[in-house]
């Protein structure tokens, strides 16, 4: 079989063949790599089966390429080795494996991963080679099947679990109905994964544009609420008339929105006519591309938040004496579950608390445009209360107001709620360039001419001026001192 493959990776390979050739240890590609390979996908991350130990190999192959060794797991022996040149960056990860390859692919997860090639063979023919494909792995490529390859495959690890669901959306693949029922059984054992391990999974799924697709199908399989309990209590909860779904569809709905107003899917209730009116840029793009942490993004960390951001609700839910249904302080308590969840999957501390701040703050769009456009200082208050979070909530709120209308969208409120948010941006920006410039008066004026002690009247007169020199009323030294001044006399009086 003929592979194409780019001549930059071929090299890679050639010089890391070269190099356990003459150490003498016996390798293979495996894995994803070989995957993409038959599909023609590009990629830079090669995996590697050395019939030695793998993380003893990295660290030497690391050491000789000038590379950076990462231990990936040290009971099963695999390492990674990072590097990175001025082309590109590479990641060869090293596994062990004792045996022929054929037992070592037999232990692995699906089909389509259980396939091997000598990097010899690939090196020496210029990308011609002869599969190791004991599981006809090649033959689920080419019908898009995603298969495991033994039936005890979820039980030795499961968070093939996920990755099974995350493959299929990646590649466009479908579940064989075997695997697909063997994964339905056995969707509790998830519980069980390493957080840190089902955050990765659970970010890689997120990544995978088209919500409306997979989604669903990954509650109809019980691995959403196996993966997050906390939503389970969201089902059948009903909401006020205005709600076209109850909160759990509705929660599936607001993620699947997200993606639609970022231009990453489609979504069956609205058509371009509603995302043409929506504000969008470069630097709008750029800011949702930006990285949290590792894996993340705030692309996908507002999809999270669009999925958890009423996950309070049904804790919430009362129906008042005039019998209006009503969730009081169901953002601020789903906050405080949101990160819950999020520690337990091992979230670092910047993506723990950047989407608890958009589900605490979802509601704030909404409540700004009561009786018109916000002012200058309540625009202000909003952004300095959801920290770096201000301009992603704002797209939370329009995901939630499709997520609510669903097919019943008025345009003439969706474009109500569209100017708001055009109109916050737009001052925001203005506001920025407001501030950033060196204050106009710092704590020590406030001692040295007004005579105050310090303590947090300082820090209440300091933001006061921000405030007032965000909103424009306040433009240079002698204003903010003039402001002060009348504040104290105000005060005093």
């Known amino acids: 079989m003929k592979l194409s493959i780019d001549s930059r990776v071929l090299s890679q390979l050639a010089t890391v063949n070269n190099l356990l050739t003459e150490w003498g240890v016996r390798s293979y590609l495996v894995g994803g790599f070989v995957r993409d390979a038959l ?29 950076r060794f990462v231990l990936l797991d040290k009971v099963n022996r695999v390492g990674r080795v990072v590097v990175v040149d001025k082309e590109a960056r590479w990641e060869l990860d090293f596994s062990t494996f004792q045996g022929s390859i054929e037992q070592d692919l037999e232990q692995r997860d699906f089909t389509i991963d259980a396939i ?18 004991p599981f006809n792995g090649w033959a689920d490529l080419k019908h898009g099947v995603i298969r495991v390859v033994s039936k005890t495959a979820f039980q030795s690890d499961a968070v093939r679990l996920l990755r099974a669901v995350r493959l299929a959306g990646e590649l466009g693949f479908s579940l064989d109905p075997q695997t697909e029922a063997q994964l339905v059984d056995n969707c509790h054992l998830i519980a069980d994964v390493a957080g840190e391990r089902v955050r990765e999974e659970l970010l890689r799924l997120l990544a995978v544009p088209h919500s409306e697709r997979f989604l669903p199908y990954l509650d109809k399989l019980g691995l959403l609420t196996a993966v997050i309990p906390e939503l389970a209590a969201a089902k059948g909860v009903e909401q006020p008339k205005e ?44 800011h949702f591309a930006q990285e949290v942490s590792s894996g993340s993004s705030r692309r996908l960390l507002l999809k999270l938040a669009a999925l958890l951001h009423d996950v ?17 302080g169901h953002a601020k308590l789903g906050a405080v579950v949101t990160a819950g969840i999020l520690e337990r999957l091992r979230f670092s501390r910047q993506e723990v608390r ?18 018109g456009l916000p002012s200058h200082r309540a625009i202000y208050r909003y952004f300095r209360d959801t920290e770096d979070a201000g301009i992603d909530v704002l797209f939370l709120g329009l995901a939630d107001h499709l997520a609510t209308r669903g097919p019943r969208l008025e345009m ?41 002690n310090p ?8 933001e006061a001026i ?26 005093a009086g």
């Not at 020199?469 to 005060?491: F, P, V």
């Open 39 to 67: 599909l023609g996908r590009a990629t830079a991350d090669i995996d590697i089966a050395v019939a030695q130990d793998g993380v003893e190999v990295a660290q030497k192959v690391a050491a000789a390429l000038g590379g």
């Open 466 to 491: 921000r405030e007032a020199q965000a909103s424009g009323e306040i433009t240079n030294r002698e204003e903010a001192l003039a402001y002060i001044r009348e504040h104290l006399l105000t005060k």
């Open 354 to 371: 950047l989407v608890a701040v958009m589900v605490r703050e979802h509601l704030r769009p909404g409540q700004m445009s009561q009786g």
């Open 412 to 452: 003439a409120g969706w474009q109500e709620h569209v100017q708001l948010v055009e109109y916050v941006l737009a001052q925001h920006f203005e506001q920025e360039g407001r501030v950033k410039p060196p204050k106009l008066v710092d704590g020590h004026d406030l001692i040295n001419i007004f005579g105050l």
């Open 455 to 462: 303590g947090p009247k300082i820090g209440k007169l300091l």
């Open 243 to 286: 709600h076209f779904w109850q909160v759990f569809d509705h929660s599936i709905e607001t993620v699947v929105a997200v993606d639609f107003l970022l231009h990453q899917g489609g979504w069956e209730h609205a058509g371009d006519e509603v995302l043409a009116v929506v504000p969008w840029s470069d630097a709008l793009s750029q």
């Open 312 to 328: 309070a609700k049904p804790q919430t839910k009362a129906i008042g004496e005039d019998g209006r249904m009503r969730f009081l």
């Open 116 to 133: 091997a090639i000598d990097p010899g063979e690939l090196v020496r023919g210029g990308g011609d080679v002869n599969l190791i494909d």
